[in-house]
């Protein structure tokens, strides 16, 4: 009964709002007295792929395999789940959370055999570091080969000793009822990830414009910039960093003097950038750059993208506007030069492996962002997943204007007066001459309108205005007879 409860549950219940993924451990007592500080619950990792939606909820009962042909589950014949028993429903619907552990090959691969092959409805995968920590896990990625666009339900990365403790208990023939839910409110910071493509103009000018809430938000939001790296089986000079199309980015269409290995480029100067300026609390957590993001703001403005190759590399899209930019907004340039030389394969391989849904993608609390691209609404729901009273920080950013004039250079500041200077006197001007015609069409009689009808001269003598009407001696019931 309570396997079908649990079910029941699975298929149905969609409630509340959400932080990180956590596991609420109902059964056996055993394994939820391990996690007697924080009340049975383990605390995991969301992945990009099959990312559940605001609101959803999923209990159901653990079930794990050995590996048989020594694949990892990589493959459907590599293992077989335990019959979990069915309920006396129409649909005969068994729920299960299906357990795999981490390797061999690509995650997301592994959450699609489950749910295709396994009927999973949800996936617990366990990491393969035993050195990792529940917070080392915070903007954890599961890999991605491709595979994931065609999941559609949620995976979790749990630590490789939460892991094996709920191994433990499975291998012991014990019943594993857990409950895996994004419902708690936040105290100290809100997670948010951001796919950024430095070649897509909206996305640059949402990052800029998103940089004055973020500065606002400071450490109350722990933020982690994303890009939208790819492999391109053929490969491509202009698109990818070697023939063989490992790193590739977006070649924009409104600057074809910019290719996508310039992209690729800018954006592994950028996660350089992030890589050696972010400051986290004491406790480890919520990471912030104010540099990244005085970066981010300046970009459009200052590092335009060319629309030929004769552009001042100074001012335009490149790596030597970038290199000065970073210097004036105080970066240490030489610490991201270092970087981009020595980290480039290890950043660029982590964005290779965890696209997301769209090049422009956001996940708040590891949870999709549907809403509008609006950086006021974004701000909005960040806060919303703090509790009451909300933090200070909020207050702050939430009272931000969508243009801030008092950062705006005094020479768009003169530009922008002389623009409302000069309309504001064309509407007067136009206001006044129309004003003119007007009163004067009113105050000037109208001269009489002759008719030829039948051999007589019909002359209206309907003025226009009353004050002003035609007098003739021979004038009767308003018209003249000649």
């Not at 956001?362 to 909300?390: N, W």
Request: aromatic share 8%; net charge neutral; proline share 5%.
């Amino acid at each position: 009964m309570r396997v079908c409860l649990a079910s029941l549950v699975a298929a149905c219940l969609h409630a509340s709002t959400c932080q990180a993924a956590q596991i609420e451990i109902h059964e056996p007592d055993e394994l939820k007295a391990a996690y007697q500080s924080t009340k049975g619950v383990i605390e995991g990792a969301t992945a990009v792929f099959g990312t559940p939606f605001e609101g959803q909820v999923t209990v159901g009962r653990v079930v794990f395999a050995e590996s048989k042909l020594n694949q990892q589950y990589c493959d459907a014949d590599d293992y077989d789940l335990p019959p979990v028993p069915q309920c006396n429903w129409t649909t005969n619907y068994t729920s299960h959370i299906v357990l795999v552990t981490r390797g061999h090959c690509a995650d997301a691969l592994k959450v699609r055999i489950a749910q295709d092959a396994k009927r999973a409805f949800a996936v617990i995968v366990v990491d393969s570091d035993p050195g990792a920590t529940e917070d080392g896990l915070r903007h954890a990625m599961l890999t991605d080969d491709g595979s994931g666009a065609h999941v559609r339900i949620p995976s979790v990365l749990v630590t490789h000793s939460a892991g094996q403790r709920i191994l433990g208990a499975l291998r012991r023939n014990q019943t594993v009822f857990v409950k895996m839910a994004w419902d708690a409110p936040v105290v100290d910071s809100v997670c948010m990830d951001m796919w950024i493509t430095p070649s897509i103009p909206k996305s640059l000018h949402f990052v800029s414009e998103f940089s004055r809430y973020a500065q606002a938000l400071k450490h109350r939001l722990d933020f982690e910039p994303r890009y939208w790296i790819f492999s391109f089986a053929k490969g491509s000079p202009d698109m990818c960093l070697d023939d063989e199309g490992t790193y590739c980015a977006l070649t924009p269409r409104h600057a074809p003097s910019i290719t996508g290995r310039d992209v690729v480029h800018e954006s592994l100067r950028q996660l350089c950038l992030w890589d050696v300026t972010k400051t986290r609390l004491a406790n480890g957590d919520s990471a912030y750059s104010e540099v990244w993001w005085k970066y981010a703001q300046d970009q459009p403005r200052r590092c335009k993208p060319r629309g030929d190759f004769n552009a001042d590399p100074s001012t335009t899209f490149g790596q030597e506007c970038s290199y000065r930019l970073m210097a004036s907004v105080g970066a240490p340039v030489g610490d991201v030069r270092q970087c981009v030389e020595r980290d480039a394969a290890d950043l660029l391989e982590k964005q290779r492996t965890s696209l997301a849904w769209f090049p422009m993608a956001i996940r708040i609390s590891e949870m999709r962002y549907f809403g509008p691209l609006d950086t006021e609404q974004i701000t909005r729901v960040i806060c919303a997943h703090f509790q009451d009273p909300k933090p200070q920080e909020c207050n702050m950013a939430l009272r931000l204007k969508v243009l801030p004039l008092g950062k705006a250079s005094s020479g768009e500041v003169f530009w922008l007066a002389l623009v409302a200077s000069s309309a504001t006197l064309i509407l007067v001007g136009l206001a006044v001459i129309t004003w003119s015609w007007v009163r004067d069409m009113r105050t000037k009689p109208r001269l009489p309108r002759t008719v030829q009808r039948s051999g007589r001269v019909v002359v209206s003598a309907l003025a226009a205005d009353a004050s002003h009407r035609l007098v003739h001696p021979q004038l009767q019931h308003g018209q003249l007879y000649v």
